[in-house]
């Protein structure tokens, strides 16, 4: 790890901000920016915030983006006083942001027409882990860009996977969360289930949480839909983005999705009743048998 070479850290939303605090608290010269400015709750940010995308970018040797999708993505990236044009020759562009593979591919183009490189490494992990350092990073790029970034983004996280070539990490980042999402919806209808069939909540928990069908992630989720904890670590509203984007790049290469598709269905619903903002485990109130717990 080298503390004296500048970093940019673009982007300050739910994650951003907390990836950005673990860079300062490592002591890396940072500057920051966020289209809404510093959060209230990131003050340790403020002595590194920057007006602009420019001021922040100049000079950086490493600048990191973590946005919320594709457009805000390309705004960032190639508007008109954008990241691209104000990197320094050299600078190592490390895209965290939960994207499209077609997207990240257009945008590696548009660096390497610059002599700019670029490195996709989306974060699997929500806001706990964000805050503990603990995100795992799915990189797609070369491996010398790999081994560059790797100090700073394990100041970030607990782990580097480098899945192959450039967009591979956009790729397996949609996987992880279709994955995810399509576990949490599954648990979801089969808990309104048992609670109609007369079941003990409590007692199917504990069958299903020492039962090897349920994954860790799952008994998370299980943990919050009995508890009805749906603070937003990972909201509806972005999970639905993401299933999105993997339905439509399988759809561009020929390929089916049915059951991510359908699980985007329900999310989509769960939304429409006013869920968007909170946990993806609140699609559980979409089965609820009482009717007060449902959504509007």
Known sequence: MNPSQQIAFLGLGAMGRRMASRLAAAGHALRVWSRSGVPDD??????????????AVEGAAIVFAMVTDDDASRALWTGPDGALAAASEGALLVECSTLTPAWVSE??????????RLLDAPVVGSRP????GALTFLAGGDVEDVARATPTLTAMG??????????????????VNA????????????????ERAGLDLAALSRALEGS??????????????????HAPMFPIDL???DLRYVSQTAAASGGEL???HRAGEVYARAAEGGLGGENLTAVAKLYAASEAARPC
């Open 42 to 55: 990131a003050p340790t940010l403020r002595a590194h915030a920057a007006p602009t995308v420019r001021a």
């Open 107 to 116: 945008l590696a183009a548009a660096a390497g027409a610059r002599g700019l």
């Open 129 to 132: 882990q964000a805050e503990a």
């Open 158 to 175: 607990g782990a580097v996977q480098h899945l192959g070539p450039t967009a591979a990490g956009a790729s397996a980042k949609l996987v």
């Open 179 to 194: 994955l995810f999402g399509v576990q949490v919806a599954a648990l979801a209808e089969l808990l309104g289930y048992a």
């Open 212 to 229: 090897p069908v349920t994954s860790p992630a799952a008994k998370g989720a299980l943990g919050l839909m009995r508890a009805g904890r």
């Open 239 to 241: 999970l639905r983005k």
């Open 258 to 260: 049915p059951v991510t």
